[in-house]
C-alpha cells in the first residue's frame, strides 16, 4: 500500500508575515493526519520554513533546483544548497519552468539527477497542454518526459522519487481533469514504469496536480493510481490545504 502524499507549491506567492501564519496552521492541522506532508516555498523563505516546521511531519522543499552542482550560473541555487536548509524535496520539471524558462526535457533530466545526487528527493512533473490533448498526443507526450528521466538516470532512481501529473490546461484554471482522464494517465504513467521494473513501478507515488480543491480531492484519490496531489492555489489557504491532506 502506497501511502498518500500531498505537497504544496506555493509558486511566488507569500511573504514573512503571511507565510509565519500559513506554516504554523498547516503543522498544527495536519499534525494528526495519516499523509505524508511537505510545502514547497520560494528560496528565500526556505530559512522560515525550517524554523517553523523543524520537528515537525510537514517536509519541506524548492520548487525547482539548477542542473549544476556550483559555480557561474548567477542567480541559480544548487541541490547542496537546498539540502543544506533541510529541504527533502525538489520540484523539476513544473509546466511554468517548461514554459516560460524553456527547461527542456534535458534540463529537467539532469535538474532530476542534480537533486539525486544531494538526497533530495526530486517531484518529476509531466503532463500535456489543451493542445496536444486536443490533438490526442497525451501519451506521447507524457512518455517522453517520463523517458527522458529515465534514460539519463536509470529506472531505479524513480524508486527515490515522486511523479506529479499536471495537466497544463487544470494548472491554476479552475478546471479539473475528471478522476477518469486522471486515473487513465497515471496508470499509463506506472505501466510504462512496469515495463523497466514492476516493483518500482508497484511502490512509485504518483501525484495528480491541477486545481485540486477540498470538493475535488477526495473523489480524485479514490482512484487506484492517484497517490496524492501537488496543490497550487489551494495551498496557500491552511483550511484548505489541510482539508485536501486530511482527504488524502
Ligand atoms: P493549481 O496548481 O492547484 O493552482 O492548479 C498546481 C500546480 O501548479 O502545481
Not at 61 to 76: K, W
Request: charged fraction near 20%.
Amino acid at each position: 500500500m502506497r501511502k498518500k502524499f500531498v505537497a504544496g507549491n506555493w509558486k511566488m506567492h507569500g511573504s514573512l508575515a503571511t507565510n509565519a501564519a500559513l506554516l504554523d496552521g498547516v503543522r498544527a492541522g495536519v499534525a494528526s493526519l495519516a499523509a505524508e506532508v511537505a510545502v514547497c516555498v520560494p528560496y528565500p523563505y526556505l530559512d522560515q520554513a525550517r524554523g517553523a516546521l523543524g520537528g515537525s511531519n510537514v517536509a519541506w522543499g524548492a520548487q525547482d533546483v539548477s542542473e549544476h552542482a556550483q559555480g557561474a550560473y548567477t542567480g541559480e541555487v544548487s541541490a547542496t544548497m537546498l539540502a543544506d536548509f533541510g529541504c527533502r524535496y525538489a520540484i523539476v520539471g513544473h509546466s511554468e519552468r517548461r514554459s516560460y524558462y524553456g527547461d527542456t526535457d534535458s534540463v529537467v533530466a539532469a535538474k532530476f539527477e542534480a537533486a539525486m545526487k544531494a538526497n533530495l528527493v526530486p517531484i518529476l512533473c509531466v503532463g500535456e497542454t489543451l493542445d496536444e490533448r486536443e490533438k490526442n498526443v497525451t501519451a506521447a507526450v507524457v512518455t517522453r518526459q517520463l523517458d527522458a528521466v529515465i534514460s539519463r538516470c536509470g529506472i531505479a532512481a524513480l524508486a527515490k522519487s515522486i511523479v506529479a501529473y499536471e495537466p497544463v490546461w487544470a494548472i491554476g484554471t479552475g478546471l479539473t481533469a475528471s478522476p477518469e482522464q486522471a486515473q487513465e494517465v497515471h496508470a499509463l504513467i506506472r505501466a510504462r514504469v512496469a515495463r523497466e521494473d514492476a516493483g518500482v513501478a508497484a511502490g512509485l507515488r504518483i501525484l495528480y496536480g491541477g486545481s485540486m480543491k477540498p470538493g475535488n480531492a477526495k473523489e480524485l484519490m479514490a482512484q487506484p493510481d492517484i497517490d496524492g496531489g501537488l496543490i497550487g492555489g489551494a495551498a496557500l489557504v491552511a483550511a484548505d490545504f489541510i482539508a485536501i491532506c486530511a482527504a488524502a
